[in-house]
Antibody
Framework: EVQLVESGGGLVKPGGSLRLSCAAS????????MNWVRQAPGKGLEWVSS????????YYADSVKGRFTISRDNAKNSLYLQMNSLRAEDTAVYYC???????????????WGQGTLVTVSS | DIQMTQSPSSVSASVGDRVTITCRAS??????LAWYQQKPGKAPKLLIY???SLQSGVPSRFSGSGSGTDFTLTISSLQPEDFATYYC??????????FGQGTKLEIK
Protein backbone atom coordinates (compact mmCIF):
# COMPACT_ATOMS: atom_id res chain seq x y z
CA GLU A 1 0.00 0.00 0.00
CA VAL A 2 1.35 3.40 -0.99
CA GLN A 3 1.81 5.69 2.00
CA LEU A 4 3.10 9.24 2.27
CA VAL A 5 3.50 10.69 5.74
CA GLU A 6 4.46 14.33 6.22
CA SER A 7 6.01 15.77 9.34
CA GLY A 8 7.79 18.90 10.51
CA GLY A 9 4.99 21.45 10.45
CA GLY A 10 4.34 23.84 13.28
CA LEU A 11 4.22 27.45 14.40
CA VAL A 12 7.06 29.68 13.27
CA LYS A 13 7.63 33.42 13.38
CA PRO A 14 7.86 35.51 10.21
CA GLY A 15 11.36 35.28 8.81
CA GLY A 16 11.91 31.91 10.41
CA SER A 17 12.68 28.52 8.91
CA LEU A 18 11.14 25.08 8.92
CA ARG A 19 11.99 21.77 7.28
CA LEU A 20 9.20 19.47 6.19
CA SER A 21 9.72 15.76 5.60
CA CYS A 22 7.67 13.19 3.73
CA ALA A 23 8.30 9.51 4.39
CA ALA A 24 7.28 7.26 1.52
CA SER A 25 6.52 3.56 1.57
CA UNK A 26 4.77 0.91 -0.48
CA UNK A 27 6.36 1.79 -3.82
CA UNK A 28 9.75 2.24 -5.50
CA UNK A 29 10.33 5.81 -4.36
CA UNK A 30 13.39 6.32 -6.56
CA UNK A 31 11.29 5.83 -9.71
CA UNK A 32 8.83 8.67 -9.19
CA UNK A 33 8.84 12.44 -9.36
CA MET A 34 7.51 14.02 -6.20
CA ASN A 35 5.75 17.26 -5.41
CA TRP A 36 4.75 19.62 -2.63
CA VAL A 37 1.31 21.22 -2.83
CA ARG A 38 -0.12 23.59 -0.23
CA GLN A 39 -3.55 24.77 0.80
CA ALA A 40 -4.07 27.92 2.82
CA PRO A 41 -6.91 27.73 5.38
CA GLY A 42 -10.24 27.76 3.57
CA LYS A 43 -8.55 28.23 0.17
CA GLY A 44 -7.74 26.18 -2.90
CA LEU A 45 -4.74 24.12 -3.90
CA GLU A 46 -1.41 25.67 -4.90
CA TRP A 47 1.47 23.68 -6.39
CA VAL A 48 4.73 24.58 -4.64
CA SER A 49 7.59 22.49 -5.99
CA SER A 50 8.55 19.36 -7.93
CA UNK A 51 11.62 17.14 -8.06
CA UNK A 52 12.35 14.43 -10.57
CA UNK A 53 13.16 10.87 -9.57
CA UNK A 54 16.93 11.39 -9.64
CA UNK A 55 16.82 15.03 -8.51
CA UNK A 56 18.00 16.14 -11.95
CA UNK A 57 15.04 18.46 -12.47
CA UNK A 58 13.71 20.79 -9.80
CA TYR A 59 11.00 23.41 -10.17
CA TYR A 60 9.39 25.99 -7.91
CA ALA A 61 6.39 28.24 -7.91
CA ASP A 62 7.35 31.90 -8.25
CA SER A 63 5.83 32.55 -4.82
CA VAL A 64 8.51 30.42 -3.10
CA LYS A 65 11.46 30.60 -5.47
CA GLY A 66 14.63 31.63 -3.66
CA ARG A 67 13.14 30.83 -0.24
CA PHE A 68 12.20 27.13 -0.42
CA THR A 69 14.41 24.19 -1.38
CA ILE A 70 13.07 20.78 -2.33
CA SER A 71 15.27 17.70 -2.01
CA ARG A 72 15.01 13.95 -1.70
CA ASP A 73 16.99 11.02 -0.35
CA ASN A 74 16.15 7.93 -2.36
CA ALA A 75 18.11 5.72 0.02
CA LYS A 76 15.83 6.85 2.85
CA ASN A 77 12.63 7.01 0.75
CA SER A 78 12.18 10.58 1.88
CA LEU A 79 11.22 13.93 0.40
CA TYR A 80 12.03 17.26 2.03
CA LEU A 81 11.08 20.91 1.81
CA GLN A 82 13.38 23.43 3.45
CA MET A 83 11.44 26.65 3.98
CA ASN A 84 13.34 29.84 4.81
CA SER A 85 12.30 33.48 5.17
CA LEU A 86 8.77 32.38 5.95
CA ARG A 87 5.92 34.83 5.55
CA ALA A 88 2.37 34.95 6.88
CA GLU A 89 1.11 34.04 3.41
CA ASP A 90 3.01 30.74 3.60
CA THR A 91 0.56 29.57 6.27
CA ALA A 92 -1.03 26.44 4.85
CA VAL A 93 -1.37 22.70 5.02
CA TYR A 94 1.52 21.26 3.02
CA TYR A 95 0.96 18.00 1.18
CA CYS A 96 3.53 15.80 -0.46
CA UNK A 97 2.18 14.09 -3.55
CA UNK A 98 3.48 11.46 -5.93
CA UNK A 99 3.45 11.91 -9.68
CA UNK A 100 1.42 9.26 -11.51
CA UNK A 101 4.70 8.36 -13.26
CA UNK A 102 6.81 6.29 -13.01
CA UNK A 103 10.00 7.61 -14.56
CA UNK A 104 8.49 10.33 -16.76
CA UNK A 105 6.71 13.13 -14.95
CA UNK A 106 3.06 13.36 -16.01
CA UNK A 107 1.93 16.19 -13.77
CA UNK A 108 -0.91 14.13 -12.36
CA UNK A 109 -0.73 13.53 -8.63
CA UNK A 110 -2.06 10.11 -7.71
CA UNK A 111 -1.12 9.69 -4.05
CA TRP A 112 -1.12 12.38 -1.37
CA GLY A 113 -0.06 12.46 2.23
CA GLN A 114 -2.36 13.63 5.01
CA GLY A 115 -0.67 17.02 5.13
CA THR A 116 1.20 18.98 7.78
CA LEU A 117 0.13 22.43 8.95
CA VAL A 118 2.59 25.31 8.82
CA THR A 119 1.54 28.46 10.64
CA VAL A 120 3.61 31.62 10.25
CA SER A 121 2.68 34.13 12.90
CA SER A 122 4.29 36.35 15.48
CA ASP B 1 0.91 30.96 -16.32
CA ILE B 2 -2.20 29.15 -17.44
CA GLN B 3 -5.29 30.14 -15.45
CA MET B 4 -7.94 27.53 -14.72
CA THR B 5 -11.51 28.70 -14.10
CA GLN B 6 -14.17 26.39 -12.76
CA SER B 7 -17.91 26.88 -12.86
CA PRO B 8 -20.01 26.93 -10.88
CA SER B 9 -18.16 27.76 -7.67
CA SER B 10 -20.80 25.84 -5.77
CA VAL B 11 -23.72 23.64 -6.69
CA SER B 12 -26.53 22.03 -4.72
CA ALA B 13 -27.85 18.67 -5.83
CA SER B 14 -29.69 15.64 -4.56
CA VAL B 15 -28.70 12.00 -4.33
CA GLY B 16 -29.31 10.41 -7.71
CA ASP B 17 -28.89 13.65 -9.67
CA ARG B 18 -26.57 14.04 -12.63
CA VAL B 19 -24.07 16.83 -12.06
CA THR B 20 -21.65 18.52 -14.43
CA ILE B 21 -18.75 20.77 -13.44
CA THR B 22 -16.90 22.83 -16.02
CA CYS B 23 -13.26 23.87 -16.16
CA ARG B 24 -11.85 26.35 -18.66
CA ALA B 25 -8.15 26.94 -19.36
CA SER B 26 -6.86 30.37 -20.33
CA UNK B 27 -5.04 28.75 -23.24
CA UNK B 28 -5.08 25.37 -24.92
CA UNK B 29 -3.79 22.48 -22.85
CA UNK B 30 -4.65 19.60 -25.20
CA UNK B 31 -5.86 16.83 -22.86
CA UNK B 32 -3.46 17.57 -20.01
CA LEU B 33 -6.13 17.89 -17.35
CA ALA B 34 -6.88 16.16 -14.07
CA TRP B 35 -9.82 16.25 -11.68
CA TYR B 36 -9.51 15.79 -7.91
CA GLN B 37 -12.04 15.32 -5.13
CA GLN B 38 -11.37 16.71 -1.67
CA LYS B 39 -13.42 16.13 1.46
CA PRO B 40 -13.10 18.38 4.53
CA GLY B 41 -9.89 17.76 6.45
CA LYS B 42 -8.66 15.22 3.91
CA ALA B 43 -6.10 15.18 1.12
CA PRO B 44 -7.24 15.51 -2.48
CA LYS B 45 -7.94 12.31 -4.39
CA LEU B 46 -7.20 11.88 -8.10
CA LEU B 47 -10.37 10.97 -10.03
CA ILE B 48 -9.59 11.62 -13.69
CA TYR B 49 -6.36 12.25 -15.58
CA UNK B 50 -5.60 13.00 -19.21
CA UNK B 51 -9.05 14.63 -19.34
CA UNK B 52 -10.99 11.37 -19.56
CA SER B 53 -9.00 8.50 -18.06
CA LEU B 54 -10.54 7.10 -14.89
CA GLN B 55 -8.04 6.56 -12.09
CA SER B 56 -7.91 3.03 -10.73
CA GLY B 57 -10.50 2.39 -8.05
CA VAL B 58 -12.68 5.40 -8.92
CA PRO B 59 -16.36 4.54 -9.51
CA SER B 60 -17.53 4.57 -13.11
CA ARG B 61 -20.21 7.18 -12.34
CA PHE B 62 -17.38 9.72 -12.64
CA SER B 63 -16.39 10.71 -16.15
CA GLY B 64 -14.39 13.45 -17.78
CA SER B 65 -14.38 14.97 -21.23
CA GLY B 66 -12.96 17.83 -23.25
CA SER B 67 -9.77 19.01 -24.86
CA GLY B 68 -8.14 22.29 -25.70
CA THR B 69 -9.61 24.84 -23.32
CA ASP B 70 -12.96 23.41 -22.18
CA PHE B 71 -13.43 20.39 -19.93
CA THR B 72 -16.20 18.79 -17.91
CA LEU B 73 -16.46 16.43 -14.98
CA THR B 74 -19.75 14.56 -14.84
CA ILE B 75 -21.13 12.51 -11.98
CA SER B 76 -23.89 10.42 -13.48
CA SER B 77 -25.84 9.58 -10.32
CA LEU B 78 -24.80 11.35 -7.15
CA GLN B 79 -24.10 9.24 -4.10
CA PRO B 80 -23.93 10.55 -0.52
CA GLU B 81 -20.15 10.13 -0.46
CA ASP B 82 -19.74 12.39 -3.52
CA PHE B 83 -20.51 15.60 -1.67
CA ALA B 84 -17.13 17.30 -1.61
CA THR B 85 -15.07 19.98 -3.34
CA TYR B 86 -13.75 19.26 -6.81
CA TYR B 87 -10.66 20.78 -8.42
CA CYS B 88 -9.34 20.71 -11.96
CA UNK B 89 -5.60 20.96 -12.63
CA UNK B 90 -3.64 21.51 -15.82
CA UNK B 91 -0.42 19.60 -16.48
CA UNK B 92 0.37 20.92 -19.94
CA UNK B 93 2.45 23.99 -19.23
CA UNK B 94 4.87 23.52 -16.37
CA UNK B 95 5.98 25.09 -14.19
CA UNK B 96 3.66 25.81 -12.61
CA UNK B 97 0.93 23.21 -12.42
CA UNK B 98 -2.20 25.26 -11.81
CA PHE B 99 -5.50 24.36 -10.19
CA GLY B 100 -8.96 25.75 -10.59
CA GLN B 101 -10.49 27.54 -7.62
CA GLY B 102 -12.69 24.58 -6.73
CA THR B 103 -16.37 23.68 -6.97
CA LYS B 104 -18.19 22.79 -3.77
CA LEU B 105 -20.87 20.18 -4.29
CA GLU B 106 -23.47 20.40 -1.55
CA ILE B 107 -26.55 18.44 -0.63
CA LYS B 108 -29.82 20.08 -1.63
Amino acid sequence: EVQLVESGGGLVKPGGSLRLSCAASGFTFSSYSMNWVRQAPGKGLEWVSSISSSSSYIYYADSVKGRFTISRDNAKNSLYLQMNSLRAEDTAVYYCARDLGPYDSSGYLDYWGQGTLVTVSS
Amino acid sequence: DIQMTQSPSSVSASVGDRVTITCRASQGISSWLAWYQQKPGKAPKLLIYAASSLQSGVPSRFSGSGSGTDFTLTISSLQPEDFATYYCQQANSFPPYTFGQGTKLEIK
